[in-house]
């Protein structure tokens, strides 16, 4: 069932008029989900911003985590607050659609009561009415928009490329696009991209001389004002992700070279710098810090719906840090008021993209169904039904990352399981069909072979105690991945306030303590060695479908959570 606007708000006020109050008063806090696309301009430079779509270019759900520890310097700090914890911190009221929105709060009953967010036509129609209102409008692109997707795998992001493009994407910069490999990434830029979407990352250079991969920044005017974009792709990618992909390309995060092309920004006369960044916010609060010369990072990579920017001080004055969620979920408008050559003053909204509350662009809508066409009938097929709340996202765990562990156990006749701590993947209500798109959702990968690999307790322990680092070291530049590996079969005990290789305690299978020097039957997937990619190994998705046909009915899934020390009051958990 799709609904318009209006018969969406005539739907809410009956309800309430019925009684109904599950989320407080429907037709109000629907009125005002819908004023919320109704911003004044304000200035004379703004910025649009989406990141992390992961290749979704229809309306989902995706439930925002429970947990979302800060550590250190970066304990109860956006992004690393939840729940109402995070609803008290920006004023956003309990039950409302915002609410609904930005935490994972009574999740499945709101998400029926407001709908799938995203969806490439409803953000279509979303960027023209910005665009309408604010002359010369920019739209920047955050990366990870071409992978995550059936539809983009089996089209190398050609998908993607081409809905970017009638968006009206001007700049962008990657991380997840590297996936599809050098050469494909530049085929796109150098192609499909030339004279309309700049690709700009300051940090992608040669390994044999340092040259430039990509343009550092563009300048480009918006209403008189020279306004810079700096390019700041994923620093760690040849690490979280395969180096074979791009072996003849250095990342990093090279805060000396980015300084160095603020200057030459300024220097060619740009009155207001932005970075497009997809560092992740707690690397970008960081190098906010280090950096002089730049206003705002719109940033992405960890996926965070943060309401409002944090203002970090630096040696030349202040930057406004944001991040704009994932999964085209939301749209960051960041309004600058330039006057005698520089920032005067800003606005700032994160407006989440409801698709019952949008029209659907038309000639987007067109594109869309002609690419999933060809696809339709695969994409559809109905694998299973899930009868509880499926989900991807948390420091630790997911439904669905519970899901992949279970049928890699039982299919690869494995005591333990591993399931890398992705932050992409949709979420599905209970009752929902489970179909093949809705696996690929989660496993739509350029490495997807399965393994099984006997593994000592001893290697086991460091497997997860280096994983637990790149998430939970204290210094947000060593921190190089996504979420914690997912676990199954194994329990374990995490202090993440502690040293490196001291996280992890009291490991165990089956009630027994895990021996060091015994060995054990280890399944997994998304190995990043060229060995493992040569040795082949079934695609996780085939491995998945098989499980889930025999399944039928997916039952609740209990999550296999470590006991967590170290971290009580932690407002980063539920």
Known sequence: MSMNRREFLQVLAAASAGGMALHGNFAHAASAAGQMYELPRFGNVSLLHFT??????MPIHFREPDVNLGIGDMLGRPPHLVGEKLLKQFG???????????????????AKTYGKVGG?????????R????????????????????????????QDMVDACKLLGVDVMTGHWEFTYGAERVKQIVDGDFAGKIDFVAQNVKTTDFGDQVFPPFVIKPIN????????QAFPYTPIANPRYFTPDWSFGINDESLQEHVDAARAKGAQVVVVLSHNGMDVDIKMASRVRGVDAILGGHTHDGVPAPVVVKNGGGQTLVTNAGSNGKFLGVLDFDVKGGKVSDFRYHLLPVFSNLIQP???????????RAPHEAKLNEKLAVTEGLLYRRGNFNGSFDQLILDGLMKMKDAEIAFSPGFRWGTSL??????TMENLLDQTAITYPYTTLTPMTGEFIKTVLEDVCDNLFNPDPYYQQGGDMVRVGG?????????KMGSRITAMSLGGKPLEASKTYRVAGWAPVSEEAKNAGGEPIWDLMARYLRDVKTVKPVKLNLPELQGVAGNPGMA
């Open 52 to 57: 992390d779509c992961h290749a979704q270019l």
């Open 92 to 110: 956003i009221a309990p039950g409302s659609a915002q609410a609904h929105a930005f935490t994972y709060l009574d999740f499945s009953q709101a």
């Open 120 to 128: 490439f036509a409803h953000l279509a129609t979303l960027v023209k």
């Open 130 to 157: 910005m665009k309408a209102s604010r002359p010369g409008a920019l739209l920047l692109d955050g990366g990870d928009t071409w992978q995550g997707s059936g539809l983009s795998l089996w089209t190398k992001g």
């Open 224 to 231: 008189g004002v020279p306004v810079a974009i700096i390019g």
């Open 361 to 371: 662009d038309a000639d987007m809508a067109s594109l869309i169904a002609k690419m």
């Open 429 to 434: 209500l209970p009752g929902d069909p489970i």
């Open 490 to 498: 194994l329990q374990y005990r995490c202090d993440p306030t502690a």
